[in-house]
């Protein structure tokens, strides 16, 4: 097994150190017990930490400084020498935690890149160049002559993003444009049948492409090696720990209603005024009012109200009654019967992006302010709480401009915050029904 | 025809003789599309394009593919049946035949067989999935109803059409030029909007992420009723991509078409929505005050949505205002109103399913023809053929009984003519052959036949160095 350290190639020009890992292997090294699970949840609280960065959609520079001061904050170890072992043993560590489900290594893969996209982007750049020649990637530099016949459309793409125009020793590579997905989702290079001219500061991209790619593989790998053997071998010394850690970040379950049992067809729209928060009232006062939602909607609104409790037959004759009048059942009934994805949380509908005719997405995240004020004002929050609200939002803070909206509708405090919108339905009626309680 | 001969006719409805050959009520009913699915859908051709050359005599042909695409069936009465498979276009045609569905759609290729989906989950593992689909594209023109005012919801006329003739000429030429993709099949969907199917090898073998990397590309419009601002357009150039649709398309459809077609300017109501897009209140208030007072007074012949937008343009694109950076307002009206509104979550992901061309719309009655990229603004969604204008055509030409003998050879394989031939169905199945389906299978046979001759040199290679 190779180990994976910060001094590499030892040529003697190589004077180029960086203490990024890339983790291509696991490192052969002895870890005492209590640092296995220490070392893990100080990663975590990088990560976590990382998430929540993305869900309030910092920009790309913000996340830089975010992602250099959590690992500051929490990966620092009394000997500065071990601070790379701890890196690596932690990231294998969490490895073993989020590899088991498809929900936990979605997460593990989009923080980890995130992490090491925002820690590669602070190198200096001939530590970039040599971390992009450890993955081999196969990528030569746009020639002379081709580069004078794109020059033109290279500058105009450079302008577009309000950077100056390339020079003459400019490099850039010429790559298919399937390796640098985020650069063409927000249109950052010029394509050309196939191909991307992806600029000397846009490698990041392609070297985040191969590290997601190859841990997203490890993580399928690491799975198959913890269900066939890890597990049993370590029933009673890793495992406990593994599987302890896992709910520490992504908390509940939201999928199988809990508390309240289930919620019959004739309350729910009582239910929806009291006790859905604005994402899902919306949704719910849209679909009522429209007979219709688009695809993006159903999901939020259908997994929202599966975990709340509503019975199959009853959901099945909610969506059939409100759908028949436009589009018919048919398209409800492919996607509800999907019975293996879980309610969104917060994160997720905060990171979504709807469109025309859309009504999915965080109200606090999606709607102007204008719109957000008349919608809070319908839910009955005052003018003053609704600055406050107003200004969690103004910045980024919508799950917490979310859990002022529930303590003034409530009139009761949420000391957790709201962290899911199946939370918030659940909080909401263990207060309501301990005040009927109290009154009967 | 009465309501009872309607439900009981199935099998001589339209044999009844001469006099009544051509007594086609319009509409929809299942003894209709059985006819349809009988005499009239390209079964071999549509098969034929989902083996994707796999069906041939190679080596190296899959001869699993075809038979772990999922085909999905709306019957009659909205009962729906998902992970259909079929091996061999006979077992597809009889199944459409039998179970006569209302709509078909197309899923994914899967990892193994949908069908037998089950009995591979029990090893665990998750080996059920998606490996393959083409990149699909959903236009819907009730995606527009703020920028039309001719009709809402699932209506089309020829006014608001051109919205959908933007919409493949800017998806068509970026999918080409920018993305490299050659083998793209654009069909209307029979009511109110287009589908567009990408089928390069190398569009199907795309994943979740880079699929909604292509997405975003093409997305411009962004926010809804709930937000504020819908077109935004920063920088101080517009991307290569923008810049090309500005100039090639959009521009022209706005000011040649839409403008006066949807008299964008003509009404105080309207030609505020649009002052609402420009952040200036000195620019707005002297552009309404000059409409405000212009009460017709020049009585010209000109179109006043016309007159309104040159006078618009002027003001933002004066010297004065170009420093401000308003010039781009410009730009961004056009986009608002024109710019392709694509259904994102449909082209995101691989399992998303999509409706078969050459289906025939329930409500309208019409079939999901093809559409020539090259032609389509010549495309008109109101002549588009009817299941009863076709069935009447067919009538005519059924009597005649002199096709037996008639077969048409494609890619070395004989198939007898279904009877389409003499319906107006004709052209479309003739150019779905012609610019699609024959390009695409000579591409799949050369792809198959370099893969092999690669993985040939490659063990070549390796017992010479072994």
Not at chain 2, 260 to 283: C, F, G, T, W
Request: overall charge neutral; hydrophobic content about 35%.
């Amino acid at each position: 097994m190779q180990v994976v350290r910060s001094h590499r190639k030892s040529s003697p020009s190589d004077v180029v150190v960086s203490t990024l890992p890339l983790y291509r292997s696991a490192p052969p090294l002895e870890v005492r017990l209590e640092d296995f699970e220490l070392f893990a949840l100080d990663r975590l609280r990088v990560l976590k930490g990382i998430s929540d960065g993305l869900s309030r959609g910092r920009k790309p520079e913000e996340m830089e400084k975010l992602a250099m001061d959590l690992l500051k904050a929490n990966m620092r170890h009394p000997q500065a020498t071990e601070e790379v072992n701890k890196d690596i043993i932690s990231h294998f560590v969490l490895r073993l935690v989020y590899c088991r489900t498809e929900e936990l290594r979605k997460w593990f893969l989009s923080t980890e890149t995130a992490l090491f996209r925002y820690r590669f982007r602070s190198e200096s750049s001939e530590a970039q160049r040599a971390l992009m020649s450890e993955f081999n990637l196969p990528y030569k530099a746009v020639s002379n002559a081709e580069f004078e016949s794109v020059k033109e459309k290279l500058g105009q793409v450079a302008r577009s993003m309000g950077q100056s125009l390339p020079t003459a020793d400019a490099v850039y590579y010429k790559v298919p444009f399937e390796e640098v997905p985020d650069l063409v989702a927000a249109r950052r290079v010029f394509l050309l049948k196939g191909h991307a001219y992806v600029a000397m500061s846009q490698v990041v991209s392609l070297v985040v492409t191969q590290f997601r790619s190859h841990l997203s593989k490890a993580l399928i790998l690491t799975n198959r090696k913890w269900t066939s053997t890890i597990r049993d071998q370590e029933k009673d010394r890793l495992a406990p720990i593994v599987e302890a850690l896992s709910s520490s970040y992504l908390g509940p379950d939201y999928s199988q209603p809990k508390e309240f049992g289930e919620i019959s067809l004739k309350d729910i729209d009582q239910i929806a005024r009291t006790s859905f928060p604005l994402c899902m009232r919306h949704l719910f006062e849209k679909l009522r009012e429209e007979h219709h939602l688009k695809h993006g909607g159903r999901m939020q609104l259908g997994l929202f109200l599966k975990g709340v409790g509503l019975k199959l037959d009853d959901a099945l004759a909610f969506w059939k009654a409100e759908f028949a009048q436009k589009v018919g059942a048919e398209r409800f009934d492919k996607e509800y019967a999907y019975n293996d994805y879980t309610p969104y949380s917060c994160q997720k509908i905060i990171s979504s992006t709807p469109g025309v005719g859309d009504h999915h997405g965080c109200p606090y995240r999606h709607f102007s302010e204008e719109n957000l004020r008349a919608a809070l004002a319908r839910m009955g929050v005052s003018s003053r709480t609704m600055e406050d609200v107003l200004d969690k939002v103004r910045n980024r803070h919508y799950q917490l401009a979310c859990t002022l909206t529930f303590e003034a509708v409530h009139g009761s405090p949420c000391d957790t915050g709201i962290n899911h919108p199946n939370q918030y339905f659940i909080d909401s009626q263990k207060i309501l029904q301990s005040k009927n309680g109290s009154v009967a | 025809m009465t309501k009872e001969e309607a439900e009981n006719g199935r099998d001589d409805m339209i044999i009844d003789g001469p006099e009544q050959a051509n007594a086609v009520p319009d509409g929809f009913n299942a003894n209709y599309l059985r006819i349809y699915y009988g005499k009239l859908f390209p079964h071999a051709d549509i098969f034929k394009w989902l083996s994707y050359g796999n069906d041939g005599k190679h080596p190296a042909c899959d001869k699993s593919y075809v038979g772990r695409r999922e085909f999905s069936f709306t019957l009659e009465n909205d009962i729906y049946i998902r992970f259909q498979s079929f091996n061999s276009v006979s077992e597809m045609e009889n199944s459409i035949k039998e179970k006569c569905p209302f709509k078909i759609d197309i899923g994914p290729v899967y990892s193994v067989d949908p069908a037998k989906r089950h009995a591979y989950a029990q090893s665990g593992d998750n080996v059920f999935t998606p490996v393959e689909r083409e990149l699909i594209f959903d236009i819907d023109i009730t995606d527009y109803d703020d920028v039309r005012y001719c009709c809402t919801g699932a209506d089309v006329c020829l006014e608001c059409w051109p919205l959908m003739t933007i919409a493949i000429k800017v998806i068509d030429t970026a999918l080409r030029d920018d993305f490299g993709f050659n083998h793209i099949l654009w069909a209307y969907s029979g009511r109110r909007g287009v589908h567009c199917w990408v089928c390069d090898g190398k569009a199907r073998r795309l994943t979740n992420e880079q699929r909604a990397a292509i997405a975003d590309y093409f997305r411009v419009y962004k926010g809804n009723e709930n937000s504020n601002k819908k077109v935004s357009l920063p920088g101080l150039v517009l991307h290569p991509f923008l810049a090309r649709s500005y100039t090639e398309v959009l521009k022209g459809f706005f000011e040649g078409k839409l403008l006066s077609n949807q008299n964008l300017l003509s009404s105080e109501e309207r030609y505020e929505k649009i002052l609402d897009m420009i952040p200036d209140a000195s620019v707005t208030s002297e552009l309404r005050g000059r409409w405000q007072d212009n009460k017709r007074s020049s009585m010209s012949k000109d179109d006043i949505n016309i007159v309104r937008w040159e006078q618009l343009k002027q003001v933002l694109q004066s010297g004065k205002q170009k420093a401000q950076g308003l010039r781009r307002c410009v730009e961004e009206i056009v986009f608002s109103y024109t710019y392709p509104r694509l259904d994102m979550e449909v082209s995101k992901h691989m399992n998303h399913l999509l409706k078969a061309p050459f289906c025939v719309h329930p409500k309208t009655g019409r079939v999901c023809v093809p559409i020539d990229p090259n032609n389509c603004d010549e495309f008109d969604p109101t002549t588009v053929p009817t299941l009863s204008q076709l069935l009447e055509e067919l009538n005519k030409g059924g009597l005649r009984q002199d096709a037996e003998n008639g077969m048409f050879i494609l890619c070395n394989v004989i198939y007898p003519y279904d009877g389409w031939d003499r319906t107006s169905l004709a052209e479309s199945i003739a150019f779905f052959r012609s610019s699609f389906l024959q390009p695409l299978l000579k591409s799949c046979k050369e792809e198959i036949e370099s893969s092999y001759n690669t993985k040939l040199q490659q063990s070549k290679n390796n017992t010479l160095s072994w």
